[in-house]
């Protein structure tokens, strides 16, 4: 048994969103999903999927690529992105109901692996937009915009917290976190993203969301205060899953 992770799919087979103009990369990446995780990964093995799974936006738009996530091996665990319209997070339970088993949702729950706890949720961070000089600087960014984040992080945090006391109320004491989001923003170097990881002493944190060479870089990979930081997003692997542990 192995744990994998891999995010943004970005799956369309129901509406008119092809993905190729955002680089050679997205060429055929079903495909390549497809088949990557056709040679990776088991049955027996545990595949989380970091959100924006589909464009569509409701349930009967995003039927289709939720049908062809379902077919790729393993026990596979969905956690909400930001484009996942089809997903309401006060209907997650009812997510569950309807996919069970084929599919398992994430969200003010979680899941296991082993002797660890799967705990996450969609997370937050400020994406600007930003001032830049000519250098390629920050300089400044809309403060109105920044207040309105920082509420969406309180939020998501409160879905975190909720996930792993959840967890902790049931026993565990090892985490795996999962978040869509990068935990920090260009800005941090710390939140409270990375300040939960550190209290409860999840040893691995998982995101995805920065597309593009020029965003890959946006938040923490590797080694970050005892923790292991992984960037999963499907183009940054060329959407072949990321084994978290063995």
């Known amino acids: 048994m192995a744990l994998y992770a891999l995010g943004d799919m970005h799956l369309a087979f129901s509406v008119d969103k092809p993905m190729d103009k955002f680089g050679r990369v997205w060429r055929k990446h079903e495909q390549k999903i497809e088949k990557n995780c056709?040679?990776?990964?088991?049955?027996?093995?545990?595949?989380?999927?970091?959100?924006?799974?589909?464009?569509?936006k409701n349930r009967a738009e995003a039927s289709r690529?939720?049908?062809?996530?379902?077919?790729l091996p393993g026990k596979k665990i969905l956690l909400r992105g930001n484009h996942d319209m089809f997903w309401d997070a006060k209907k997650t339970a009812a997510l569950n109901r309807e996919y069970e088993p084929r599919l398992h949702f994430l969200q003010n729950n979680y899941y296991t692996y082993r002797d660890y706890a799967l705990v996450g949720t969609k997370g937050y961070t400020f994406e600007g937009p930003f001032y830049v000089n000519a250098g390629g600087q920050i300089i400044g960014w809309n403060s109105e915009d920044e207040a309105h984040a920082q509420k969406l992080v309180q939020r998501e945090a409160e879905r975190l917290r909720t996930s792993f006391e959840a967890a902790k109320a049931a026993g565990f004491r090892k985490y795996i976190m999962f978040l869509h989001y990068p935990p920090t923003s260009v800005l941090e170097n710390e939140s409270i993203f990375t300040e939960m990881a550190e209290e409860y002493g999840a040893e691995h944190v998982v995101y995805s969301h920065c597309h593009g060479e020029k965003r890959f870089a946006d938040s923490i990979?590797?080694?970050?205060?005892?923790?292991?930081?992984?960037?999963?997003?499907?183009?940054?692997?060329n959407f072949k899953p990321e084994k978290i542990l063995d």
């Open 38 to 56: 056709g040679r990776m990964i088991q049955e027996r093995d545990i595949f989380v999927i970091t959100g924006d799974h589909s464009w569509g």
């Open 65 to 71: 690529d939720l049908d062809f996530i379902a077919a």
């Open 221 to 237: 990979r590797g080694m970050h205060h005892g923790i292991h930081y992984h960037l999963v997003s499907g183009d940054y692997l």
